[in-house]
């Protein structure tokens, strides 16, 4: 599949940051304490917190043409984990949840599945069995369900199951669920220049549908996990088909590997 | 390896042009024409030909918020092949010079070179055995030889042959034989906020090491066959090692599966 590499001739500011630490009140904040009306708060759900104060002195420093910290813009580059990072992983992995209802949605024509794991754990509803076969447990999930869908069509289910889907204990749609602080942090990033970019163990066509018009961070920059997949020339309609077959996990020791 | 989509919510703007009709010279221009002196030409190199034409009225269209053909610019495109359209392939792959200068480089640490092909052909200067392995044999040639090297140390080896090395047939630099019209073409698409993407079956980790520099595309939008790496901490030092073993092949049917 497709290789890629956002290290080269970069200097790679990976950011993290602790999301326990934001919350959308102001309880943080020094009593007393006033805004300046001069300046635009670029954080505003964040904590009065060093988290956030090393933040913005960060990113002063680093746009600062006379600061020794100095990046000039085409080096500035930012990467993220998705899952429990932007947005939230509770009470399991969205892709997950996705992939329950599709094997649902799919198993009139698989009448197999009845009697064949993972697929009878997630026709049972039997959390435990599917939770067991971890990420790449869910992968396969997804890719075995999917094989000889063109990545066009899948990505068209998802945005459909993204657009209706709701997170089963919070009982709003799954797209609902992402920090705003980090949403705020993206933006502030974006705003002094940083190329964004999401490096996450989830399905890289599953994000991909999703993500692009819900961070603002473009389809090129979302780096995942992914299956192999085949090339049809399709009678002059060119399509890219998904097999059932892992081709990547873009996790641990993935991560740098994936996006080198 | 890495995975990387440029399709995606993209309109994909594929431009093949032949280089075939570029010249530095400009027979082609019509007897009596003249240069409105209030307008530059943006590929003063081409002919006065069709294809120039056609190019020039693409972009004027495609950048007009008017014009029915308007692309927005974050969908703006364009991909390139690299070996014969770009820099030259005569008289073979450049990155087959560099194997062999390698191979005879690394020789005296590896004895059983001598007697072990495709390596033998090489220190034999048998240059029919070596073409005949085609490019899947140079790409394992350049990995066998280089394996257990860091990408940074290998970048660091290209980047030094290519300051020194020289074509056997035109003696001079193998970065000078770079095609004008082409270098043309791609600053005149980037003018017009077109991404520039080089998508070729030439290794990455060789390619990254010279054209960013050689034709002003960042590292990440340049995109070639591969080895498989592992991840090394190294005692916080990490690195990314490459392995003697093919990864992927961005060629043929490949390009279209590794750009998704």
Same mark, same amino acid.
């Given at each position: 599949?497709?290789?890629?590499? &956002?290290?080269?001739?970069?200097?790679?500011?990976?950011?993290? !940051?602790?999301? $326990? /630490?934001?919350?959308?009140?102001?309880? /943080?904040?020094?009593?007393?304490?006033?805004?300046?009306?001069?300046?635009?708060?670029?954080?505003?759900?964040?904590?009065?917190?060093?988290?956030?104060?090393?933040?913005?002195?960060?990113? #002063?420093?680093?746009?600062?043409?006379?600061?020794?910290? !100095?990046?000039?813009?085409?080096?500035?580059?930012?990467?993220?984990?998705?899952?429990?990072?932007?947005?939230?992983?509770?009470?399991?992995?969205?892709?997950? !949840?996705? $992939? &329950?209802?599709?094997?649902?949605?799919?198993?009139?024509?698989?009448?197999?599945?009845?009697?064949?794991?993972?697929? @009878? $754990?997630?026709?049972?509803?039997?959390?435990?069995?599917?939770?067991?076969?971890?990420?790449? /447990?869910?992968? @396969?999930?997804?890719?075995?369900?999917?094989?000889?869908?063109?990545?066009? =069509?899948?990505?068209?289910?998802?945005?459909?199951?993204?657009?209706?889907?709701?997170?089963?204990?919070?009982?709003?749609?799954?797209?609902? *669920? #992402?920090?705003?602080?980090?949403?705020?942090?993206?933006?502030? *990033?974006? %705003?002094?220049?940083?190329?964004?970019?999401?490096?996450?163990?989830?399905?890289?066509?599953?994000?991909?549908?999703?993500?692009?018009?819900?961070?603002? &961070?473009?389809?090129?920059?979302?780096?995942?996990?992914?299956? @192999?997949? %085949?090339?049809?020339?399709?009678?002059?309609?060119?399509?890219?088909? =998904?097999?059932?077959?892992?081709?990547?996990?873009?996790?641990?020791?993935? @991560?740098?590997?994936?996006?080198?």
């Amino acid at each position: 599949m497709k290789k890629y590499n &956002i290290i080269n001739w970069f200097v790679v500011a990976v950011l993290f !940051f602790s999301v $326990a /630490g934001c919350t959308t009140n102001n309880k /943080g904040k020094a009593k007393g304490q006033t805004t300046s009306t001069a300046t635009i708060d670029p954080l505003p759900s964040w904590n009065e917190s060093k988290n956030k104060t090393d933040i913005i002195n960060y990113l #002063v420093a680093v746009t600062d043409k006379n600061s020794p910290d !100095f990046i000039p813009v085409k080096d500035r580059i930012a990467t993220f984990d998705n899952d429990g990072t932007i947005w939230s992983e509770q009470p399991a992995y969205f892709q997950l !949840f996705f $992939a &329950i209802d599709e094997i649902k949605a799919l198993a009139p024509q698989h009448p197999e599945w009845k009697n064949t794991q993972p697929f @009878k $754990a997630v026709l049972d509803n039997d959390m435990k069995t599917i939770a067991q076969s971890g990420e790449r /447990g869910l992968l @396969k999930l997804v890719m075995v369900s999917h094989a000889g869908m063109s990545t066009r =069509k899948f990505k068209s289910i998802v945005k459909i199951w993204a657009d209706t889907a709701k997170n089963p204990t919070k009982h709003v749609l799954f797209t609902a *669920l #992402v920090y705003k602080p980090m949403l705020e942090l993206l933006i502030y *990033l974006q %705003a002094n220049h940083f190329k964004t970019y999401i490096v996450s163990g989830g399905g890289l066509d599953f994000m991909r549908a999703i993500i692009p018009e819900l961070y603002g &961070i473009p389809s090129e920059q979302i780096i995942g996990s992914t299956g @192999k997949t %085949a090339y049809d020339y399709n009678n002059g309609d060119p399509v890219i088909i =998904k097999l059932a077959q892992l081709d990547f996990i873009d996790d641990k020791d993935g @991560k740098p590997i994936n996006i080198n």
